[in-house]
């Protein structure tokens, strides 16, 4: 797109329709001489506003750059639910065309609505946009005693949220529902997770949610050694190093107490993105994604397997956009968008891997590689050799039963790498 529009104005829109806009809204929406929005926010302007009413497409995002484009000299008018710059097209009109070719006319978003009518400060309150993502974005925000907002995406989210908190063992949580906010036909209704009347939902609702936790029982084996981390898991800590058992595994896992110290070393930071090679159960991308929500990650896995499993640890961990690419490396790096930092947790040994990582890095990006056998860990010896870095060796016991008494059982020991590139 070469030239901007003659101009473009976002307008927050709320439930109340019309008579909630203030005057700089309904001026900007009168002289406008397009306006697009969806079927059911057109519907809330009133006769005298006589701009072409357009609705949007499905899906909207590529054909939005066509739909300005097929419009450009005229006065542009978009339709935002609420707030435009809280998970809205505000926020997406931006990008595509710079903050100085929009003006953005908000309106309260239904999430201060939602807060307003309950009582509960922002600033204390998680807030979660399921329009367009999955469910188990849910699951790093449920704590007990914590309160989340969620913006839905239709009649079935309550349902949705209500399902896996009684699966996570908060079955007690308060969950309300808050339809038509803003309108005279809001409704509210409310009851726990676990036997919350979920009848006759209107699609047009915030889910807000008031944690509190039961027990969780404990994971259970699955035939073959796999164990199958129920969802019913209880409280899960924010940092790195989860409890082995949420995760389901063959074994091929890094253990909780090497986990915690690779994540340290790699060192997350939102934004960045993480290649995790020979990712295993998936245990290092799941935990540097939940860090933050703008932590991202790509698992390279060459078994199918263990790849699928990594897609089931990474859904029931609440990092469900986590990239999962099968195959073997090096050649699976290959077209893979360029890494921040990179992780080598299998195939350090064979030709190619470390080479192939450190070439995918910028300069400052940086290098963890854990090692466990003599041959991997004369690998890392090397690279240390070559390039500085640290080398840790990690050696863990943990209490286990020796007859009717307890003694140390040694885990095997765990040699790591990292590394700045120059």
Partial sequence: MTDEPAGLTVVGI????????????????????????????????????????VPWPSP??????????????????????????????????????????????????????????????LPETDVLSLVTAPVEELH???????????????????????????????????VTILAQLGAPTETTRSGPASSLDLTDVDPLNVVAVACSAGAAPPPQ??????????????????????????????GQLTKREVRAVTLALLGPQPGELLWDVGAGSGSIAIEWMRTHRDCRAVAVESSAERAGRIVRNAAALGVPKLRVVEGRAPGALAGLPAPDVVFIGGGVTRDGVVDAAL?????????????????????????????????TRLAVQRAAPVGGFTGWRAMMPVTIWSVTKP
Wanted: charged content about 15%; hydrophobic content about 45%; proline content about 10%.
């Fill in 14 to 53: 709320g439930a109340d329709g019309w008579p909630g806009l203030s005057g700089t809204a309904t001026a900007a929406l009168t002289s406008a001489q397009v306006i697009f929005g969806s079927s059911r926010q057109l519907a809330l302007l009133p006769p005298n506003v006589e701009g072409d009413r």
């Fill in 60 to 121: 909207l995002l590529p054909a939005l750059p066509g739909l300005l484009d097929a419009n450009r000299g005229r006065r542009l008018a978009v339709l935002a639910s609420g707030d435009p710059m809280l998970h809205g097209i505000g926020a997406t009109l931006v990008k595509l065309l710079g903050a100085p070719a929009v003006r953005v006319v908000p309106h309260p978003s239904s999430v201060s609505l939602a807060a307003a009518r309950l009582g509960w400060p």
């Fill in 140 to 174: 790093p925000l449920v704590h007990p005693g914590r309160k989340i907002l969620i913006l839905s995406s239709g009649a079935k989210t309550p349902a949705a949220v209500a399902a896996l908190l009684t699966s996570r063992g908060y079955g007690d949580s308060t």
């Fill in 221 to 250: 084996p699955k035939p073959g050694g796999v164990f199958a981390a129920p969802e019913r898991s209880g409280p899960r800590p924010l940092v790195p190093g989860l409890p082995d058992a949420v995760y389901e595994s063959d």
């Fill in 359 to 391: 070439a995918a890095l910028p300069a400052g990006g940086r290098l963890v590689a854990n090692a466990v056998t003599l041959e991997s860990e004369a690998v890392l010896a090397a690279w240390y050799a070559k390039l500085g870095g640290e080398l």
